[in-house]
């Protein structure tokens, strides 16, 4: 399901949220990765930034699935949304990128990505969602807002280096 349409249900809505509950399930997994298996190389600096990536991501998913709640519609299974998602923008794997801070951007860079997506498709929707729109779109746009703090955080970390 590409974001760049128009949200045109609460079906359709509740599945985008999801994709973004994996993504930040998957930006979490590759942070926890590359602190798990390159943790002798890591310094203070980047197990930081890896651990708040982590932490952020977890909150993200609680945001999201509140919103999903209010919606009241079924649940897409977990392995459809996690194929959409894998087909979409898991073309990386962790180890694919030259070093953990180059993994790290472009996953905050991903994520951004999504939310700015998503909120473009909610704004030019003309649906009723069982949501308040102004509630979605805010919660979206803190979302987007700490994606892009993620994505200063790790450039501001490979410039001093």
Not at 42 to 58: F, R
Not at 63 to 89: K, M, Q, T
Not at 121 to 126: F, K, L, T, Y
């Amino acid at each position: 399901m590409s974001v760049g349409t128009r949200v045109a249900s609460d079906d359709q809505l509740a599945r985008l949220l999801q994709i973004g509950i994996v993504l930040e399930e998957v930006v979490e997994a590759r942070a926890h990765h590359h602190y798990q298996s390159l943790d002798a190389e890591l310094d203070e600096e980047v197990e930081a930034l890896l651990a708040d990536a982590a932490d952020e991501s977890a909150e993200h998913r609680k945001r999201l699935e509140e919103l999903i709640d209010g919606l009241g519609v079924d649940s897409v299974p977990f392995d459809e949304i996690e194929s959409l998602v894998d087909a979409r923008y898991g073309r990386t794997r962790p180890d694919d990128f030259d070093g953990v801070l180059y993994d790290q951007l472009c996953n905050e860079e991903t994520a951004y990505k999504f939310y700015d997506d998503l909120i473009e498709a909610i704004e030019g929707s003309d649906a009723e969602f069982s949501i308040d729109r102004d509630e979605l779109v805010a919660t979206l746009e803190a979302i987007r807002s700490e994606e892009a703090d993620g994505v200063s955080e790790v450039t501001a970390v490979m410039e001093r280096r």
